[in-house]
Structure formats: structure tokens, C-alpha cells
Nanobody
Framework: QVQLVESGGGLVQAGGSLRLSCAAS????????MGWFRQTPGKEREFVAA????????SYADSVKGRFTISRDNAKNTEYLQMTSLKPEDTAAYYC????????????????WGQGTQVTVSS
């Protein structure tokens, strides 16, 4: 059974940094893409970043490009989202997700989800 567990969310001032982690278990992820999405109340879940598991190709939403960095540790089955220069508009619940296959930007394309971790950026 696939399980994804996020951690690292919290409250931070604008301009600050946070690092989110997502520990995956339950199977081999050698062919899986891992992604991060975020969601605020009343809005659809939106793509933030993704990384292929095997050769580390990355993709970012324009809104976070240059500020967020996605990475992964294959030995630990863990992915990370380093967030810097945080803005109040980055406030959201952040979710990690996995899918078998290539880059994808719709949440409907992902097969498994974590429970989410809240990030709040104060102005």
C-alpha cells in the first residue's frame, strides 16, 4: 500500500524559507513521477513542481520558478520542496503526489496523495 507523508509546513514571515518533505513507502518508485500541489479554500488544487524519480527532470509553475526547488533522495524514497523568498500568496495546504509516468500538471493525473501540510506566510 502506497503511503505519502508530508512534513515541514508552518508559519513563516514573508521573505522567509521552509523545506517540505514527503516520505513515500509501499513500493518501488523507480518509474514514478513525484509532484507538489497546493490548495487554498474554495480553489482548485494547483500544480507547484514535479520531478521524475529516475533522472531528476524537474518542472515548476511560473509562480514559483526561481524561488522553489524540488529534489529527491532515492535512497530514502523522499522528495523535498525547498521554498525561499516566500510570499503571502504562497499560503496554502501543500500536498505531495505520485504518478507512474512522465510529467503531468493536472491533479487528476496523479494516483496517490499525501494528507497535506499547511504553509502560512505572514506579511
Amino acid at each position: 500500500q502506497v503511503q505519502l507523508v508530508e512534513s515541514g509546513g508552518g508559519l513563516v514571515q514573508a521573505g522567509g524559507s521552509l523545506r517540505l518533505s514527503c516520505a513515500a513507502s509501499g513500493r518501488s518508485f523507480s518509474t514514478y513521477l513525484m509532484g507538489w500541489f497546493r490548495q487554498t479554500p474554495g480553489k482548485e488544487r494547483e500544480f507547484v513542481a514535479a520531478i521524475t524519480w529516475n533522472i531528476g527532470i524537474t518542472s515548476y509553475a511560473d509562480s514559483v520558478k526561481g524561488r522553489f526547488t524540488i529534489s529527491r533522495d532515492n535512497a530514502k524514497n523522499t522528495e523535498y520542496l525547498q521554498m525561499t523568498s516566500l510570499k503571502p500568496e504562497d499560503t496554502a495546504a501543500y500536498y505531495c503526489a505520485v504518478r507512474q509516468g512522465g510529467l503531468a500538471y493536472s491533479p487528476r493525473s496523479y494516483d496517490y496523495w499525501g494528507q497535506g501540510t499547511q504553509v502560512t506566510v505572514s506579511s
